[in-house]
């Protein structure tokens, strides 16, 4: 089978991480997002991935022929000049995805979940139609556009954009398998899925939901990318809790790369991740935050709701939290407050930033 996974954008959300480095290669939970995914196609039969992409693509590229020899999968970039929404990079692969005249994935790479693929593509040769995709339930659905579907069948009536009135709590989850007739649908130009090829293939009755169980979160910014932690930490602690970190001084759900080194009478937790070759010095309090490769948290600072970028160096008795987010190489001095700070990568902090704002 093969796959589409659409990684065009500039990452705008996801800044200051994604000015240093392509957002499907930042690491969740200590592995690139796009790796989450592409394991997830591997173990559902997908030998053929088309990555479409515009912005960074050199550096996707090089970071994907690695993991072509380490998957054993095949994976092709198929470049926008320009962006092209959500349904014209099918049209621009059209060939790829259309060889075999098997069914095809297509996913959002800004989605974190336990990617239902195999249950998706049984889903999606039972009803027979010409596509499926995962909804996903919501507690405040006048926030999003919901999908209205027959509860036995699936098959879905219509959309309804931010409802004013409860018709439906499921949203769409950005995974989706489609025969490829569908590709007679697309037009190579700027084109959005949802908006103009979904509502069509629906009134077709063409169109089915397929729910999905367990968590789901679109990680595209910085709160999100953080709850989205939490979630799949949540997620480890049931189905693998021996990859999770224990010993003196852990609180809850932590996620460690064996080489990062801790210091003593630390408190990390709960929900925090650290990447590799990261140094927690002593008497460190950290919760619920992602710590990246290759950073360092001096002595006594205290963090919260924070992502720390590659190779950062964070003072001591600095305090940290609100959702502050230091890009690539930070420095920040000793004895400094940071309230929901959005720094950029290769600044050095010399004040407290009381309130949130953007460091240029």
């Known amino acids: 089978m093969r796959a589409l996974i659409l990684v065009g954008g500039f990452g705008t959300r996801l800044r200051p991480l994604t000015l240093s480095r392509p957002k499907p290669l930042v690491e969740f939970c200590n592995k690139a997002v796009l790796l989450h995914q592409l394991e997830a196609l591997r173990q559902a039969g997908v030998s053929h991935v088309v990555l479409a992409v515009s912005y960074m693509s050199e550096a996707l590229g090089a970071a994907m022929r690695e993991q072509e020899q380490r998957l054993g999968m095949r994976i092709s970039l198929s470049h926008e000049k320009e962006p092209l929404g959500t349904a014209g990079p099918l049209a621009l692969a059209r060939d790829l995805l259309a060889e075999g005249g098997e069914p095809f994935f297509v996913l959002n790479s800004d989605v974190i979940c336990e990617f239902p693929f195999a249950a998706l593509a049984h889903f999606h040769r039972q009803h027979g139609g010409e596509g499926s995709l995962v909804v996903t339930r919501v507690e405040e659905p006048a926030k999003y556009g919901v999908v209205v579907s027959e509860a036995d069948t699936g098959r879905i009536c219509r959309f309804v954009e931010k409802p004013r009135v409860f018709v439906s709590n499921k949203i769409n989850a950005g995974l989706y398998i489609f025969s490829p007739g569908i590709l007679q649908r ?109 950073a360092r948290i001096r002595s006594h600072s205290w963090l919260e ?18 959702v502050t987010v230091l890009g690539e190489d930070v420095i920040v001095n000793d004895e400094l407050y940071l309230n929901g700070a959005n720094v950029l990568p290769h600044k050095s902090i010399a004040e407290s930033v009381p309130e949130p704002r953007i460091i240029m």
């Open 186 to 294: 697309i037009q190579l130009r700027p084109t959005s899925i949802e908006k103009e090829i979904f509502p069509a293939m629906a009134q077709e009755g063409q169109l089915y939901a397929m729910e999905l169980q367990g968590f789901w979160m679109d990680i595209g910014q910085p709160k999100d990318f953080l709850t989205g932690m939490c979630m799949y930490l949540q997620a480890l602690r049931a189905q693998h809790p021996e990859k999770l970190h224990s010993g003196p001084g852990v609180v809850g759900n932590v996620l460690v790369d064996p080489s990062a080194k801790i210091g003593a009478n630390c408190v990390i937790g709960p929900n925090v991740t650290i990447g590799a070759g990261v140094v927690v010095e002593d008497g460190v309090r950290i919760k619920r935050c992602t710590v990246l490769k290759g």
């Open 305 to 322: 709701s924070c992502i720390v970028g590659w190779s950062c160096s964070v003072g001591q008795w600095v305090r940290m939290e609100n």
